[in-house]
C-alpha cells in the first residue's frame, strides 16, 4: 500500500516565519506534488516535481518554494508566512504516465497568527 | 482554458436515493478524468478513473465528450457514501486540475 507521510498534522506558526512542510512517500514515485485546499475552492497545485532535483510551479507559486533533494521527500517551504497562507496543504505522489492515479497524504492544517 | 467545474457545492439526498455529481469540463484534447473522495477525517483517495470503466463501491462515471461531462452516479446512496468528491482533469502536462468540489451528505 502506497504511504505518503506528511510530518505534521497540525502547524501554528507566526506571520514572517519561515516554514517548512516535510512530505515522503515510500513508493519510488518520480512525481510528488503540493497542493492547498481551501473551502469552494477545491484543491489548487503550488509546485510540482517530476525527478530529484526538478521543480515546476503550479497555479499559485507565489509565496512558496520546494526542494527535492531525494527521490522520496518533497519539501514546501513558505519563505516569509503570512496569513493568507492559512490553508490545508496536501503532499501527493504518483508515477509517471497517463491514467496514473496520484495518491495523498493526509494533509497538514497549517494556521498563521 | 483547461477547467473542471462541478457546480453544487452542497448534494443532500436520503439514504437509498439516487445520487448524481456533477461534473463538467473544458479541454481541447482528448480527457483524462478521474473521482477523487475524501471521507471524514480521511486522506484524499481516487475512487475510479475514466479509462478504467469500473464500478468502485456502487459508484459509475460516463464520459460524455459531446456535453463535457463526467457525472458521478450511484443508484443507491448510503449513509457512508457522505464525504467531500472531488472531479479530476489531467492536463497536458500531466497535473491534475480539481473542481471545487461536491459535498454529498446521505440522510438515514
Known amino acids: 500500500d502506497v504511504k505518503v507521510t506528511q510530518s505534521s498534522r497540525y502547524l501554528v506558526k507566526r506571520t514572517g516565519e519561515k516554514v517548512f512542510l516535510e512530505c515522503v512517500q515510500d513508493m519510488d514515485h518520480e512525481n510528488m506534488f503540493w497542493y492547498r485546499q481551501d473551502p469552494g475552492l477545491g484543491l489548487r497545485l503550488i509546485y510540482f516535481s517530476y525527478d530529484v532535483k526538478m521543480k515546476e510551479k503550479g497555479d499559485i507559486p507565489e509565496g512558496y518554494s520546494v526542494s527535492r533533494e531525494k527521490k522520496e521527500r518533497f519539501s514546501l517551504i513558505l519563505e516569509s508566512a503570512s496569513t493568507n497562507q492559512t490553508s490545508m496543504y496536501l503532499c501527493a505522489s504518483s508515477f509517471p504516465g497517463v491514467g496514473q492515479p496520484q495518491h495523498f497524504g493526509d494533509g497538514t492544517r497549517l494556521s498563521i497568527l | 482554458a483547461q477547467r473542471v467545474t462541478q457546480p453544487e457545492k452542497l448534494l443532500s439526498v436520503f439514504k437509498g436515493a439516487p445520487v448524481e455529481l456533477k461534473c463538467n469540463y473544458s479541454?481541447?484534447?482528448?480527457?483524462?478524468l478521474f473521482w477523487y473522495v475524501q471521507y471524514s477525517r480521511q486522506r484524499l483517495q481516487l475512487l475510479l478513473r475514466h479509462i478504467s470503466r469500473e464500478s468502485i463501491k456502487g459508484f459509475t462515471a460516463d464520459l460524455n465528450k459531446g456535453e463535457t461531462s463526467f457525472h458521478l452516479k450511484k443508484p443507491f446512496a448510503q449513509e457512508e457514501d457522505s464525504a467531500m468528491y472531488y472531479c479530476a482533469l489531467l492536463d497536458s502536462s500531466y497535473k491534475l486540475i480539481f473542481g471545487s468540489g461536491t459535498r454529498l451528505l446521505v440522510r438515514p
Open positions: 479541454y481541447s484534447g482528448s480527457p483524462e
